[in-house]
Nanobody
Framework: VQLQASGGGKVQAGGSLRLSCVVS???????????MAWYRQAPGTQRESVAV???????NYVDSVKGRFTISRDNARKRVYLQMNSLTPEDTGLYYC????????WGQGTLVTVSS
């Protein structure tokens, strides 16, 4: 299984980015039932889950991103997305996707840098 995250970049505070994650090497019957998540690792900190989406589309967010981030998924294409609005410098970090149980090998992530 490969997890390919993309869409990161450098933005100013208040800006927006949309991250995409392609999950390859897994059949849809394995992907579809799994809750998927976006994780963030800020400089000098541990990786944390910031958004989760269940197979049925229910979502949950860490308090710091509620109201600003939206996670979604496309089961047919085995993709997971993260729309990030009103970005702040505290959102800076490497962003990864994985199942909510971290079952797959971690990809390289995509870097988000927010300047003030």
């Amino acid at each position: 299984v490969q997890l390919q995250a993309s869409g990161g970049g450098k933005v100013q505070a208040g800006g927006s980015l949309r991250l995409s994650c392609v999950v390859s090497g897994v059949i849809t019957s394995v992907f579809n039932p799994r809750s998927m998540a976006w994780y963030r690792q800020a400089p000098g900190t541990q990786r944390e889950s910031v958004a989760v989406i269940t197979s049925s589309g229910r979502t949950n967010y860490v308090d710091s991103v509620k109201g600003r981030f939206t996670i979604s998924r496309d089961n047919a294409r085995k993709r997971v997305y993260l729309q990030m609005n009103s970005l702040t410098p505290e959102d800076t970090g490497l962003y990864y996707c994985n199942s909510d149980r971290e079952e797959f090998n971690w990809g390289q992530g995509t870097l988000v840098t927010v300047s003030s």
